[in-house]
């Protein structure tokens, strides 16, 4: 158990909805990180958060948004799905920003958009 | 930006060893390694920062070209729990982090 704690597990919905993925690090720790996994593309970083700031973008669409809480826990919202969202959506965490920091993942949220 | 993997697949027999190659156009901070079961979580596995630091498990090891922006991952004596998907992880400027595509490494006995 790596510490980082992922809800929901699962979640189905249909295109056009909206969804909220929700995410608590490991205690502690004070950067998050999103991750959308693809069966054809891999680990594709999305955004990241460190201690309640936006720290680095990467390929995340202008229809999904973050957001790091005072309490550090993060949540990723999606928003008028398509087919092609449905992927596992990983948070990782870590102790600081940067260089040397190991990232803990949770076991991840598997969206299916029908 | 995405890092380079090779070989995209490996297949091994108990005990025979492997190297899995990582390679960025990109100037790095930092590469990880992980390792993933399908459907699990990725598991750390290894950080080779610039200036020759490591961090990892004992039994893996790895190496950093920092010049070349190369780094790879060492498998030796390989075990029947080291199949899984191998990503390398590389640390750019400004935090971001890019995952290589994977090399999928399947030990048979």
């Known amino acids: 158990d790596s510490g980082v704690t992922q809800t929901p597990k699962h979640l189905i919905t249909a295109t056009g909805q909206r969804v909220t993925l929700r995410c608590s690090p490991r205690?502690?720790?004070?950067?998050v990180y999103w991750y959308q996994q693809s069966l054809d593309q891999g680990l594709q970083f999305l955004i990241q958060?460190?201690?309640?700031?936006?720290?680095a973008k990467g390929n995340i669409l202008e229809r999904f948004s973050a957001q790091q809480f005072p309490d550090l826990h993060s949540e990723l919202n999606l928003s008028s799905l398509e087919l092609g969202d449905s992927a596992l959506y990983f948070c990782?965490?870590?102790?600081?920003?940067?260089?040397?920091?190991?990232?803990?993942f949770g076991a991840g949220t598997r969206l299916s958009v029908l | 930006q995405q890092p380079v993997q090779s070989p995209q697949a490996v297949i091994l027999r108990e005990g025979e060893d492997a190297v899995i190659n990582c390679s960025s156009s990109k100037a790095l901070y930092s590469v990880h390694w992980y390792r993933q079961k399908h459907g699990e979580a990725p598991i750390f596995l290894m950080i080779?920062?610039?200036?020759?630091e490591q961090k990892g498990h004992d039994k893996i090891s790895a190496s950093f070209n920092e010049k070349k922006q190369q780094s790879s991952l060492y498998l030796t004596a390989s075990q029947l729990s080291y199949s899984g998907t191998y990503f390398c992880g590389t640390e750019l400027t400004g935090n971001q982090f890019y995952f290589g595509t994977g090399t999928s490494l399947t030990v048979i006995p």
């Open positions: 080779l920062l610039k200036g020759g």
């Open positions: 205690s502690g720790d004070l950067s």
């Open positions: 958060y460190y201690n309640g700031e936006e720290r």
């Open positions: 990782a965490s870590s102790l600081g920003q940067g260089r040397g920091h190991i990232q803990y």
